[in-house]
């Protein structure tokens, strides 16, 4: 082997050295909240105030996890997060449920049912993407109030859908569009109405982008504090809401424990769906983008 | 009975115009062919046919019935798509099915329907696979398949063939003139190929910018083109169109570079036609086939060239010289051409077509 052939060898190693070696180093560094987290959770309150954040619990222990879950003060009830916990999925799984249908339909609507100013109405909900949420605070609690919504989940549910309408069309009119017309066109005349195109060709086709839809808008709407502290009180509060009142009202000692596991607990469903259904999401999102 | 008749259809996008006044009619078991370049309106007019574009103007009847407002469903038709357009999601089967579910036809029937279609396009044991597990020439024959459960009054194809390669081309071009003998329904195919028009059609439309400009027997459009568009269009090597001048006595003078001129009599012309044509300018429509060697002896009119570009093609080859300063295609049998060199070719006058050097439609 040559000189040159050997050196051109060895920084080609240095290069794989340096990419692996700068990859791993920032996985720890993105990780070690998540870590600090996990380790803090199973730790007693004592041997957090007399040890290290970082290192490993001495005594692995899951009352922290309980008291959060179950018993720890919110306002003036103790219950812990269960019921919130219950709350955010009352809210989030209808929510989630209505704007992916609502956004399917729109796309469908918008690409395959075309009508004059169709594509000036698609940009008008494109423009509800970029809206920020501050924005729509005011004359929402306005609107709850004329309904009678103030306060209540089904409130929660209805801001959520609507306000997740624009990103769910807007995923679906852009898978949709890749869809071919000739396939519309092949259903009417066989017979098939609007809805029958609809349920038996369109959303067959569009499972990658209805999960999609699912996972994003569950992540949002999961992970939303504003709408839910703005527009519900006490009781009714989404877990998020919660789990700040948690960790911003004790008395005493600082429970980072509870507060950590309590983080967890509100983090896990949105994790889990991820862990679940993360493959179809990256499938879902590039489907458009490369052709067959 | 199942006729269709195009009368006076026009279609307008707002001020754009893309079909002017079509009148096409056809009968029972007819093969009607609409050819064009892309533009000229076909695709839209097969659309109008289905009810899946409306009608600007005119009529559209099929078996004598108006359908302009009926919906595509109800005008007992069905359609091939250029992409097949196969429901990605459904089995073979299911795809084939899917109109008779609709029409809420009994799983006997339907059983049966689909077993005499696959069987007809052998297609029986891909019957359970999903359309991205087949390749073009199935998935042509699904749609088909499609199609023929319907057992409509008329056939819709939109561009069938031109998404398979040209070996598969040729064998389903084959199928689908099989098909259209056995089951003899009326057909109106749209395509851009010349060839698949000449081969599968019992009556060609030759469109261009919304205007039918020929329609009539594949042959006789070959033989006698309306005008030179026509000529040119239909055919390949496509038809010589030569300038000449028109003597009193019907001979066609055509002038050759650096030799005396081909004088080429003997053509077909009516009286009145040389009357008003007599020592005027004229397009001379030469197929490239209608030229030969000039054997000695010979009382064809002939003609002295030389050769610029041979192309032997295996059964013949073509050779291009100039003519009455345009460039001219011959096709000869093998090994008779030479580049560069100096031959004597005949012409024969009986297939030759003249037109008007103006308006370029036929003179008869």
Not at chain 2, 82 to 98: D, K
């Amino acid at each position: 082997m040559s000189t040159e052939a050997r050196s051109a060898r060895r920084a080609h190693q240095f290069g794989r050295l340096f990419i692996y070696g700068s990859l791993i180093a920032l996985a720890i560094f993105y990780l070690m909240p998540l870590w600090v987290m996990i380790v803090t959770s199973l730790k007693s309150l004592d041997e957090i105030y007399s040890g290290s954040f970082i290192g490993l619990p001495q005594a692995i222990t899951f009352e922290a996890w309980e008291k959060a879950w179950g018993q720890a003060c919110i306002g003036t009830a103790c219950d812990g997060l269960r019921p919130y916990f219950v709350n955010s999925l009352l809210m989030v799984i209808p929510a989630v449920a209505l704007s992916t249908a609502i956004g399917a339909i729109n796309g469908y609507i918008l690409t395959k049912w075309r009508f004059p100013g169709a594509n000036f109405v698609f940009g008008l909900m494109l423009f509800g993407c970029f809206l920020p949420f501050q924005a729509v605070i005011l004359p929402m609690a306005q609107l709850l109030g004329s309904l009678r919504l103030s306060g209540t989940i089904p409130g929660l549910v209805l801001v959520h859908t609507v306000y997740g309408i624009s990103f769910t069309t807007l995923f679906f009119r852009n898978y949709f569009i890749t869809i071919p017309d000739e396939l519309t066109r092949a259903a009417q005349i066989d017979g098939a109405g609007f809805f029958r195109i609809f349920f038996s060709v369109m959303l067959p086709a569009a499972l990658p982008i209805i999960v999609v839809s699912c996972i994003w808008q569950f992540t949002q709407i999961w992970n939303d504090f504003l709408f839910g502290v703005s527009f519900t009180a006490g009781q009714s509060s989404p877990i998020t809401v919660a789990l700040n009142n948690i960790v911003n009202v004790t008395m005493g000692r600082k429970q980072y424990n509870v507060d950590m596991a309590a983080a967890m607990i509100a983090a896990i469903p949105t994790l889990v769906v991820y862990i679940v259904a993360g493959r179809y999401f990256v499938r879902g999102l590039t489907a458009g983008a490369v052709k067959g | 009975m199942s006729t269709l008749e195009i009368d006076r259809v026009r279609k307008a996008y707002g001020n754009l115009e893309v079909l002017k006044e079509v009148s096409i009619s056809i009968g029972t078991g007819d093969f009607l062919v609409l050819l064009g370049p892309s533009g000229c309106g076909k695709s839209t007019l097969l659309n109008m046919i289905a009810g899946l574009e409306t009608v600007t103007g005119g009529e559209i009847r099929i078996a004598g019935r108006t359908v302009n407002d009926l919906s595509p469903k109800d005008r007992d038709i069905a359609m091939v798509f250029q992409s097949y357009a196969l429901y990605p999601t459904m089995t073979v089967r299911q795809n084939i099915e899917f109109g008779m579910k609709i029409r809420k036809v009994a799983q006997a029937d339907r059983d049966k329907a689909v077993k005499t279609a696959s069987d007809l396009l052998q297609i029986t044991h891909l019957l359970d696979r999903k359309p991205s597990q087949l390749s073009g020439g199935q998935r042509q024959r699904v749609a088909m398949g499609r199609a023929i459960v319907r057992e409509p009054k008329l056939f819709l194809f939109d561009e069938p063939l031109s998404n398979l390669d040209a070996k598969l081309r040729v064998d389903m071009r084959t199928e689908i003139k099989r098909l259209h003998a056995r089951l003899g329904t009326t057909i109106v195919y749209v395509t851009h190929d010349q060839i698949e028009a000449m081969t599968l059609a019992t009556r060609v439309a030759v469109m261009k910018d919304g205007v039918v400009q020929q329609l009539d027997e594949p042959q006789a459009v070959y033989d006698r083109p309306a005008n030179v568009y026509v000529a040119r269009f239909v055919g390949s090597p496509a038809m010589n169109i030569v300038p000449a001048l028109l003597e009193a006595d019907g001979t066609a003078v055509i002038e050759i570079a650096r030799r005396p001129a081909a004088r080429i009599g003997g053509i077909a012309l009516s009286a009145d036609a040389l009357r008003r044509y007599a020592g005027k300018k004229v397009l001379v429509g030469i197929r490239p086939e209608n030229f030969s060697i000039a054997s000695t002896g010979s009382t064809a009119p002939s003609l002295t060239i030389d050769f610029d570009v041979v192309e032997p093609t295996g059964p013949d080859t073509l050779a291009v010289f100039q003519l009455g300063g345009v460039e001219v295609t011959a096709r000869l049998p093998p090994r008779q051409a030479h580049a560069g060199r100096e031959a004597g070719l005949a012409v024969d006058t009986s297939k030759i077509v003249l037109f008007d050097s103006e308006t370029e439609t036929r003179i008869d």
